[in-house]
């Protein structure tokens, strides 16, 4: 029986076209084009072209620089901790809302407006599916952005909080132009894909002290942050009703510590970031300090009981 993989054919089809087509898309992204038009198809029923596709290879500083914040940039992560981004512009977030509400691409462009987490939860699952079916159906080299498997791990408050998140390691950054909804509107997705971490894993054979070391570096700690710290007495707590106040010195909100176990650091001062409070370290110490003990009240003398000041023959 002869055998039915055309792959190959494919391959020698694709390798012989020019190397650019007449849609923008080059020769190298036409498989990565169709698996993305066919994604759109099948998972949405969404008319989706791809008209160009441009990959860049950038460093994190360089990105920081020149980089236009996409509306909804949904952080991608690897089974390996590496961190990415895919970036969706207002049409393509509105086009991915309508399809999945009202089941087809209105004919007018929307409006440009603040994304929300409501907007993140709609367009992870295009986007988780995108990597998928990437991984099953692309042939992938160690040179493609696709060749490692991410998934949708909610979104990036903004460009800074991007910019704190990436390794700094060469990132590939893909920027994909959509035709949406067969020419009523155009579209981008941009992928920011890490192409190697910044710290290399320990080599096996360095022992187990580097490979425990690496491990206890990577594992989650719990922080509290303590604004003031102040003795109150128990009859002061005990007089308490709601609306009462607890008056804080001007200096608590910029000499914030952090603290975990028995270790603190800081000072920090207290601030906003997308909408969320945020911590920014304001100095420097020399090392993690001791926290020190809870504050008490001091505990009166037994009237009583007076004091042995006589030593014993």
């Given at each position: 029986?002869?055998s ?64 236009e ?12 901790g ?13 086009a ?45 080299s ?13 979104r ?21 132009h ?84 028995d ?51």
């Amino acid at each position: 029986m002869a055998s039915t993989d055309t792959s190959p054919v494919l391959r020698r089809m694709l390798a012989a076209a020019p190397a650019q087509s007449a849609s923008g898309v080059a020769a190298a992204f036409k498989p990565f084009a169709a698996m993305l038009e066919k994604l759109a198809d099948r998972s949405l029923s969404m008319p989706l072209g791809v008209t160009s596709v441009q990959q860049a290879t950038l460093s994190r500083d360089a990105l920081m620089q020149g980089f236009e914040a996409p509306v909804v940039m949904l952080r991608l992560r690897a089974p390996d901790g590496a961190i990415g981004m895919a970036g969706i512009c207002p049409q393509l977030r509105a086009a991915l809302i309508e399809v999945q509400t009202t089941g087809k691409i209105a004919s007018t462009a929307v409006s440009d407006r603040p994304a929300t987490d409501a907007d993140a939860a709609i367009c992870e699952g295009f986007v988780c599916d995108f990597f998928t079916q990437a991984q099953s159906v692309l042939d992938k080299s160690t040179s493609d952005p696709w060749a490692k498997q991410f998934t949708t791990d909610g979104r990036f408050a903004g460009l800074r909080a991007l910019g704190l998140a990436l390794d700094d390691s060469p990132l590939a950054h893909l920027t994909v132009h959509l035709d949406l909804g067969q020419g009523a509107r155009q579209g981008v997705l941009r992928l920011l894909i890490p192409q190697a971490r910044g710290r290399a894993p320990a080599a096996p054979n360095a022992g187990w002290k580097t490979a425990l070391n690496d491990a206890v570096q990577d594992a989650p700690v719990p922080l509290t942050a303590v604004l003031h710290r102040r003795v109150v007495p128990l009859s002061d707590i005990e007089g308490m009703s709601v609306g009462d106040l607890l008056t804080l010195p001007r200096s608590a909100a910029s000499s914030i510590t952090l603290e975990s176990s028995d270790t603190r650091t800081g000072p920090f001062k207290l601030g906003q970031i997308g909408g969320q409070k945020a911590l920014r370290r304001v100095a420097d110490i020399p090392d993690p300090q001791p926290v020190p003990p809870e504050p008490r009240l001091a505990e009166p003398a037994d009237p009583g009981v007076a004091p042995d000041n006589h030593d014993t023959v």
